[in-house]
């Protein structure tokens, strides 16, 4: 009775995960094309978000059948909420990957202020890495990798706030435009939540094995800051 749920579980899982590695993929993709005003390979981008989702939603329902069907328990349970919750947590990262390719269009023939392009190649950089290693975390069933994402998480929040004051002082100087500004602090707010949307994942991850909600980053850092 259990094999056919533990046979359809693990396929869910392997989709999962190459949902996940797609993402990490397309993150990197979607900042390079918006430093350099690469319109086409934006375009692209949204264009596979339909494929995107329509795997996502698939593998929900494969979810949604087996809790119907399978009535499962305990750790076969926390596996299938998980999975429902980490499926959401990477369809969600990547409409802001999407979201980032349509500034990129907005923003064509603008010119970009050196200092905020290389803060938001940064914030890129480390929001891939951060969901990389969550993916793997949940792939490999790591608790330890999956807590380590929750410390990772304050570098890309740090970047975020350099981010926003570089947007400030270059209004102010004049090198970068207020339409440029106010697409860029968007597109910083995209990666900063795609950190969010990681760390929610490791926290899942936690949960699926061990019973335990996972680590609370505002908790930690409200007791990291008294």
Known sequence: MNQPFHSKIEEVEAGIVLLGNELVANLPKAALALLASDAITAEEIIK??????????????????????????????????????????????????????????????????????????????????????AVEAYQKKDETLAHSIVTTDS??????????QAIFAANKAGTCEIEVALQYALVG???????????????SVVHSITGEPGPDIETMTRMENL
């Open 189 to 203: 707010r995209f990666l900063e939540r795609i950190g969010d949307h990681a760390v929610n994942l490791s926290r």
């Open 155 to 164: 570098v890309l929040d740090a970047t975020h706030r350099d981010l926003l």
């Open 48 to 133: 596979a978000d339909e494929k995107f989702n329509k795997i996502a939603e698939d593998l929900e329902q494969l979810c949604y059948l087996h809790l119907a069907l399978q009535k499962p328990n305990g750790p076969e349970l926390r596996r299938t909420i998980s999975s429902l919750r980490i499926i959401a947590d990477i369809e969600r990262s990547h409409d802001l990957i999407v979201n980032m390719a349509k500034a990129t269009i907005r923003m064509v023939g603008f010119k970009i202020d050196a200092t905020v392009s290389q803060l938001i190649g940064e914030m890129a950089r480390q929001a891939a890495f951060e969901f990389k290693h």
